[in-house]
């Protein structure tokens, strides 16, 4: 169950063993004699459901083993609990492994997940204690002789010699911790990049690529053109990805700019005994995917815009002489396209953020234009994201809707830990003020909503808030906080406490704590005040929303008397697999925007839905003309 790998030095040859398959036992009872049942155990590690959901790995797991051409040495190196991962660049005698045997039974209410990190030996197979229930990105030297973790905030460096640790010597103004937006949950690093040949560790802050020094844990700024509170965020993309060093000479340094939204391109070059970080392109676009050809000096990357197909670029020494080699989608040219704009506005509890709003490429400020509200979290980065028309698994596409006349608008959001539903109606709203104050042709009396998983949330949640709206579609979203609370995430098997208590539903406690809360953020209680017609998409296949939760808000609604449909894609995905069901969707969303927001007639499902007796046969998307409604 394990495809052997050679070093790339050829000293080593890493293989797999594992337990043969055994045949099924024959006996003489009929399947219908046979209980078949799964025992739930408070003890367990892991849920029955993640225990199902990983039973083909577990039956298929390799205890991994190395081979050492010289010598003819056999030594096992994991076991049931001790992981490590081969890799051909592996040219040390020691390499880290990890286990998540003392934490994995708490994964269901915490995160991050913390696992207990050893350096392995490849020549014995001793296994050293170096890491102790960490929980963010750690790494080993090539040599096996520095452990670097992350804690506290900072990075540390161990001497494994001698097992002491030096705290990292920086400047307490380095931001190394991704934004977590309001989450509960401790902020995780930006990771190790890798390793120089002079033993120095390369890592990322939000802004900057460093190198530490593994004896003095000293710090260097590789790329600091002013400080680190600029607004460009670089990153390291290296020439050669099979070497066990990273060589910041050969490669590129790709910065992305938190203003311009665009791309700047810099190199490493001599300047006297030391190298200067150089500027050698800018694009008011998005760069991205730089790769590398060793033989022929090769560079190539892709670049794109809201407009322009992100085609395959490639040069040698100069990138300004950079080639396009693709020629993708020009009959594009014949359709109408989104421009886009960034907008800054400030919410209602007096954040300062911005949005992207998208217009027809033939917007006519004399006509009035329908508007459509998406929102995940934070989008502004995406401000020069290509969107290829296509049936859709789950959203709203600008690309589209724009082409069709409407006006997409996508504000970052800001969450309050806590307070997740009110953070949402305090930006969403007032994003929508900011919208209609630039656009006055913007009608205020046809504006949607739309948003799939959280932002199926947060849609299901603004409804039952404000009426401000003509028209609302939720994809899976979260109904209920209590129920759902305890409910299982069936694509991990996972119970969803953690993402309450410490991930993106931004609770911060258990429903015992703080139970007013899961009440206040819980779209099912608020259901008297909604007057918005909802259209929900929730699949009985859900492998990350229990589609129950869907089931809530729909019965709900339907008791009351609210306008609301619910479409089930049997034994689909949270966000859709299948083609032809996305196809059908893309139809149906259209077909309820295009009905409450631009007048259009309604179609036979909207009115009259699709019974069960007719499943298949009539799809109930045939419009019905003179609806009155």
């Not at 006996?27 to 025992?39: H, I, N, W």
């Not at 949270?574 to 631009?598: E, G, I, P, T």
């Not at 179609?603 to 003309?625: H, N, R, S, T």
Request: aromatic fraction near 14%; include cysteine; glycine fraction near 6%.
């Amino acid at each position: 169950h394990f495809k052997p790998i050679f070093t790339l030095d050829g000293r080593r040859l890493f293989f797999g063993l594992g337990n043969r398959a055994e045949p099924e036992v024959k006996d003489t009872l009929l399947e219908d004699e046979k209980a078949v049942v799964d025992v739930w155990h408070y003890k367990d590690d892991r849920l029955q459901p993640q225990q199902l959901k990983e039973l083909k790995r577990d039956q298929q797991r390799a205890h991994i083993f190395v081979y050492e051409l010289e010598g003819g040495n056999i030594i096992a190196l994991t076991d049931d609990t001790l992981r490590f991962y081969p890799n051909k660049t592996i040219i040390g005698d020691a390499v880290l492994a990890s286990s998540n045997e003392n934490y994995q039974s708490r994964y269901n209410w915490e995160y991050p997940w913390k696992s207990d990190y050893y350096r392995l030996d490849l020549k014995t197979g001793e296994r050293m204690l170096i890491g102790r229930g960490d929980g963010f990105n750690s790494s080993l030297s090539p040599d096996g002789q520095y452990y670097l973790f992350f804690a506290e905030g900072s990075y540390h460096m161990m001497n494994i010699s001698d097992e002491t640790i030096k705290p990292l010597s920086s400047d307490k103004h380095i931001v190394w911790t991704e934004d977590m937006n309001g989450m509960p949950a401790d902020a995780s690093n930006f990771g190790v990049l890798g390793w120089t040949r002079d033993g120095e560790a390369v890592v990322r802050s939000r802004h900057n690529v460093y190198t530490i020094n593994s004896g003095t844990a000293e710090l260097n700024c590789v790329t600091c053109l002013s400080n680190d509170s600029n607004l460009v965020e670089i990153d390291f993309t290296p020439r050669e990805s099979d070497s066990a060093y990273l060589d910041l000479e050969n490669g590129v340094f790709v910065g992305f700019d938190k203003r311009s939204k665009g791309t700047h391109v810099y190199q490493l070059k001599a300047h006297g005994d030391h190298n200067d970080l150089v500027e050698i392109a800018y694009y008011d676009a998005k760069a991205y995917a730089f790769s590398a050809s060793r033989k022929r000096n090769l560079f190539a990357y892709r670049k794109m815009t809201v407009s322009d197909y992100p085609e395959l670029y490639v040069f040698k020494n100069d990138i300004k002489k950079a080639t396009c080699i693709s020629v993708t989608n020009p009959q594009q040219n014949e359709y109408i396209w989104p421009t886009v704009e960034l907008i800054e506005y400030t919410t209602y509890d007096g954040n300062q953020l911005e949005g992207l709003l998208y217009k027809p490429e033939n917007f006519d400020p004399n006509k009035q234009y329908p508007l459509l509200v998406y929102y995940y979290e934070l989008y502004t980065d995406r401000y020069h994201q290509h969107y290829i028309p296509k049936p859709t698994a789950s959203i709203i596409y600008p690309t589209e809707y724009a082409s069709a006349g409407y006006v997409v608008l996508i504000p970052d959001i800001r969450y309050e830990s806590g307070h997740p539903a009110r953070s949402a109606y305090n930006t969403i709203m007032a994003a929508t003020d900011r919208a209609l104050e630039l656009y006055p042709n913007i009608d205020s009396t046809r504006m949607g909503l739309q948003g799939q998983s959280w932002g199926g949330y947060q849609t299901a949640q603004m409804i039952t808030m404000t009426d401000r709206y003509a028209a609302a579609m939720a994809g899976a979203p979260v109904s209920n906080m209590f129920s759902a609370y305890g409910g299982i995430r069936w694509g991990s098997g996972l119970n969803r406490q953690f993402q309450y208590e410490k991930s993106q539903s931004r609770i911060g406690a258990t429903i015992w704590e703080k139970p007013e809360l899961y009440y206040e953020n819980s779209p099912i209680f608020g259901i008297p005040k909604i007057s918005t017609p909802l259209l929900i998409m929730h699949n009985d296949g859900d492998g990350a929303v229990p589609w129950y939760q869907g089931i809530e808000m729909f019965t709900a609604m339907k008791r009351l008397n609210k306008p609301v449909w619910m479409l089930n894609y049997n034994n689909d995905d949270h966000n859709l697999m299948k083609d032809a069901n996305r196809r059908d969707l893309s139809v149906r969303m259209r077909q309820f925007f295009d009905h409450y927001l631009q007048g259009k007639p309604s179609p036979k499902w909207l009115i009259e839905g699709v019974p069960a007796i007719e499943k298949g046969i009539d799809y109930g998307l045939e419009y019905i003309e003179n609806d009155q409604k």
